[in-house]
């Protein structure tokens, strides 16, 4: 497929997107695998990830997500990632 190099390039930002954001880029993959394969709007679209053996946008997503923690914790000399904890910001914003 020649759209899914160009809608999964910046795959890192997309790990933290939230779902209002990815429901788009969902739908535009949809569309172009349909329009690539030839499939009607009636065609269910698991059936074409099947066919074609494409993933959906947010399981490749997850997936690459995992990818990038493993080489993360993999640096050399770096013990950030893996102490790492997420913990609750309390951040405060000036009033404009």
């Known amino acids: ?14 790990i933290t997107a939230i779902e209002v954001i990815l429901k788009p880029l969902e739908k535009t993959h949809n569309q172009k695998l ?7 709007k009636s065609a269910y679209i698991d059936a074409m990830h099947l066919v074609t053996g494409n993933t ?3 399981s490749f997503i997850k997936e690459k997500a995992m990818d990038f923690y493993e080489k ?7 013990t950030f990632f893996s102490t790492y904890e997420n ?3 309390h951040l405060k914003l000036n009033p404009t």
């Open 87 to 89: 913990r609750q910001r």
């Open 34 to 40: 349909r329009l690539i394969t030839g499939g009607a």
């Open 72 to 78: 993360l914790l993999r640096i050399p000399r770096d």
């Open 56 to 58: 959906t946008m947010c």
């Open 1 to 14: 497929m020649f759209v899914q190099p160009i809608m999964r390039y910046f795959r890192e930002p997309l």
